[in-house]
């Protein structure tokens, strides 16, 4: 079969839910992809910040092969050991003190909304509880993470969505400020706003809103999806800032590949959400996945992975403000560590494709930015090379 029965069979079969690039995956190899042709491809995406450890990583192959040969799944009601030092590892990187895996992002958070929910009623006797969350933010595609995210395309077709939520400004601590009444139970929020176009929050802001949270025992719900697991050169992005989360939910780079999320609460929050008969998945970190997060949380430190992106991470930066600086169609850089976005008046969609024929992979962010979201383990000369392929395709869109 050649590449275009491959897409024509895709096309026929595949609920049409993504435009795709005409490229079919096959391998890949440290931080390259090869597709059925054999072309090669720089991944500055990594699966949209999933591969973390890029591809072909011995030791958490090996983990995941040696947890098949024993066991995959049995379920939630027994304990499973590759689990239980999933769970000890993520609480000690975090500083969280428990934790509930889930199978993707967007289960992460209805569990983390569950458990504030759930935390307001014990203490106020009474259901009937809001949420306020971030214009422009991005929680997921399930109705309850949904209706937390800011963007009307995403939620018209489905309306009515869970009532009870109300949207501030990204940034604007007056807009939060204002929306609190004696219902809120939650603010939640990406620590760096990811599909909306790569905003970090300003320390003021998220330290304002923490303590709004304090004043008001509103719980504080950071969503670290994206940029946690060691993107920006923390383990979480939150710990770059002097405050910490009542809530915490994570995935993507997790499992490196392995579908599994999480959410993490403090003690206090623990305590008075969910017990047993409150939530439940039956996948939801089974032996397997266990394996994996178990072992990406030990190659993370014996690779020293969060030292590597302080080292590299400038050096990125370096060179996107230098192609700042040269292209007039790009206009800013936004971004921390190896969560980068390049805001861009050319059509983004374009660039990426004609990165693609190029050999690179990068991906779109918002309505205007470029957003690269590379394997942790890249080196200078990735980014040496990724400029190169990138201004390639820059100049000839331009054209
Ligand atoms: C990707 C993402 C999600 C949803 O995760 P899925 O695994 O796709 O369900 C939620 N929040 C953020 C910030 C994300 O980037």
């Given at each position: 079969?050649?590449?275009?029965?491959?897409?024509?069979?895709?096309?026929?079969?595949?609920?049409?839910?993504?435009?795709?690039?005409?490229?079919?995956?096959?391998?890949?190899?440290?931080?390259?992809?090869?597709?059925?042709?054999?072309?090669?491809?720089?991944?500055?995406?990594?699966?949209?910040?999933?591969?973390s450890?890029?591809?072909?990583?011995?030791?958490?192959?090996?983990?995941?092969?040696?947890?098949?040969?024993?066991?995959?799944?049995?379920?939630?009601?027994?304990?499973?050991?590759?689990?239980?030092?999933?769970?000890?590892?993520?609480?000690?990187?975090?500083?969280?003190?428990?934790?509930?895996?889930?199978?993707?992002?967007?289960?992460?958070?209805e569990?983390?909304?569950?458990?504030?929910?759930?935390?307001?009623?014990?203490?106020?006797?009474?259901?009937?509880?809001?949420?306020?969350?971030?214009?422009?933010?991005?929680?997921?595609?399930?109705?309850?993470?949904?209706?937390v995210?800011?963007?009307?395309?995403?939620?018209?077709p489905?309306?009515?969505?869970?009532?009870?939520?109300?949207?501030?400004?990204?940034?604007?601590?007056?807009?939060?400020?204002?929306?609190?009444?004696?219902?809120?139970?939650?603010?939640?929020?990406?620590?760096?706003?990811?599909?909306?176009?790569?905003?970090?929050?300003?320390?003021?802001?998220?330290?304002?809103?923490?303590?709004?949270?304090d004043e008001?025992?509103?719980?504080?719900?950071?969503?670290?999806?994206?940029?946690?697991?060691?993107?920006?050169?923390?383990?979480?992005?939150?710990?770059?800032?002097?405050?910490?989360?009542?809530?915490?939910?994570?995935?993507?780079?997790?499992?490196?590949?392995?579908?599994?999320?999480?959410?993490?609460?403090?003690?206090?929050?623990a305590d008075?959400?969910?017990?047993?008969?409150?939530?439940?998945?039956?996948?939801?970190?089974?032996?397997?996945?266990?394996?994996?997060?178990s072992?990406?949380?030990?190659?993370?430190?014996?690779?020293?992975?969060?030292?590597?992106?302080?080292?590299?991470?400038?050096?990125?930066?370096?060179?996107?403000?230098?192609?700042?600086?040269?292209?007039?169609?790009?206009?800013a850089?936004?971004?921390?560590?190896?969560?980068q976005?390049?805001?861009?008046?050319?059509?983004?969609?374009?660039?990426?494709?004609?990165?693609?024929e190029?050999?690179?992979?990068?991906?779109?962010?918002?309505?205007?930015?470029?957003?690269?979201?590379?394997?942790?383990?890249?080196?200078k000369?990735?980014?040496?090379?990724?400029?190169?392929k990138?201004?390639?395709?820059?100049?000839?869109?331009?054209?």
């Open positions: 079969m050649n590449k275009q029965n491959y897409i024509d069979n895709a096309e026929a079969n595949l609920l049409h839910t993504y435009n795709r690039f005409s490229l079919v995956l096959d391998h890949g190899e440290g931080v390259y992809l090869y597709d059925t042709d054999g072309k090669e491809y720089l991944d500055f995406a990594a699966g949209i910040a999933v591969c450890l890029g591809y072909g990583n011995e030791k958490l192959n090996q983990a995941l092969k040696d947890q098949i040969d024993k066991l995959t799944h049995t379920s939630n009601l027994y304990y499973s050991v590759p689990t239980i030092d999933a769970a000890e590892k993520a609480l000690k990187a975090s500083g969280m003190d428990r934790i509930f895996f889930t199978n993707s992002g967007t289960e992460a958070i569990g983390a909304i569950k458990a504030a929910k759930k935390y307001a009623y014990t203490r106020d006797g009474h259901a009937g509880h809001e949420i306020i969350a971030m214009n422009h933010s991005f929680h997921g595609r399930s109705l309850g993470a949904l209706a995210t800011g963007n009307a395309h995403y939620q018209e489905f309306e009515p969505l869970m009532p009870g939520v109300r949207f501030a400004e990204y940034n604007d601590l007056a807009s939060v400020e204002a929306l609190i009444n004696e219902k809120t139970c939650a603010i939640i929020m990406e620590t760096i706003q990811g599909e909306g176009g790569i905003y970090p929050a300003e320390e003021s802001f998220l330290t304002g809103v923490r303590k709004l949270c008001h025992d509103i719980l504080l719900i950071l969503d670290e999806i994206q940029c946690g697991m060691g993107r920006t050169g923390k383990m979480f992005a939150w710990q770059d800032y002097p405050v910490k989360p009542d809530i915490m939910t994570t995935a993507k780079a997790l499992g490196c590949g392995v579908p599994v999320g999480a959410f993490l609460m403090t003690q206090k929050v008075q959400s969910l017990c047993p008969g409150d939530h439940g998945t039956t996948y939801g970190g089974n032996p397997f996945v266990g394996a994996a997060v072992a990406v949380f030990d190659i993370y430190d014996e690779m020293n992975i969060l030292d590597h992106v302080n080292e590299v991470a400038p050096y990125l930066e370096e060179k996107l403000e230098a192609l700042v600086a040269k292209y007039d169609c790009l206009t850089r936004r971004g921390k560590g190896f969560m976005g390049l805001v861009c008046t050319l059509p983004v969609g374009k660039v990426s494709a004609k990165a693609l190029k050999g690179l992979i990068v991906i779109t962010a918002g309505s205007d930015v470029i957003r690269m979201v590379p394997p942790l383990v890249i080196e000369k990735h980014v040496d090379e990724m400029i190169e990138l201004e390639m395709a820059l100049n000839e869109v331009e054209q």
